[in-house]
């Protein structure tokens, strides 16, 4: 497999012991989310099986309203996801600033979710933690 860089930019949010920065393939110049774990942070928790269990998930799951992963990798420090980019935004975000969604625009995201959760649960997945995030496809 050949070497691929990316041209990091910004932190977009940091929480625990996960950071996401958006990044750019330097090959394709696709946009990508970089999802970095630290190592030491997840052994002290004792989520080491939790993580794996996570990236292998993630790595089964196709579909076009599931945010998809592209690689991952890692050092002796960190373990890096590589994520398509969700370019929009948080929907909560979106709800807050805008106030309430006309109907036809709360349809419009609700149909992507309940898709995206059905591909997950025909597929034996269960996902306990969703994030509504604007999609611009």
């Given at each position: 497999?050949?070497?691929?860089?990316?041209?990091?930019?910004?932190?977009?949010?940091?929480?625990?012991?996960?950071?996401?920065?958006?990044?750019?393939?330097?090959?394709?110049?696709?946009?990508?989310?970089?999802?970095?774990?630290?190592?030491?942070?997840i052994?002290?928790?004792?989520?080491?099986?939790?993580?794996?269990?996570?990236?292998?998930?993630?790595?089964?799951?196709?579909?076009?309203?599931?945010?998809?992963?592209?690689?991952?990798?890692?050092?002796?420090a960190?373990?890096?996801?590589?994520?398509?980019?969700?370019?929009?935004?948080?929907?909560?975000?979106?709800?807050?600033?805008?106030?309430?969604?006309?109907?036809?625009?709360?349809?419009?995201?609700?149909?992507?979710?309940?898709?995206g959760?059905?591909?997950?649960?025909?597929?034996?997945?269960?996902?306990?933690?969703?994030?509504?995030?604007?999609?611009?496809?």
């Open positions: 497999m050949s070497e691929v860089l990316f041209e990091v930019y910004l932190c977009n949010f940091f929480i625990f012991f996960v950071r996401v920065k958006y990044a750019v393939n330097t090959e394709t110049n696709e946009a990508v989310a970089i999802k970095i774990l630290d190592k030491d942070k052994q002290a928790r004792n989520m080491g099986a939790q993580i794996k269990k996570e990236i292998s998930i993630m790595k089964m799951i196709n579909h076009h309203h599931v945010v998809a992963v592209k690689d991952v990798f890692a050092t002796s960190k373990i890096f996801i590589v994520l398509e980019f969700v370019g929009g935004g948080e929907l909560f975000d979106k709800i807050a600033n805008e106030g309430k969604l006309p109907e036809d625009k709360a349809r419009f995201y609700f149909k992507q979710l309940v898709e959760l059905e591909h997950c649960h025909n597929n034996g997945i269960c996902h306990r933690d969703l994030k509504p995030e604007v999609n611009q496809r």
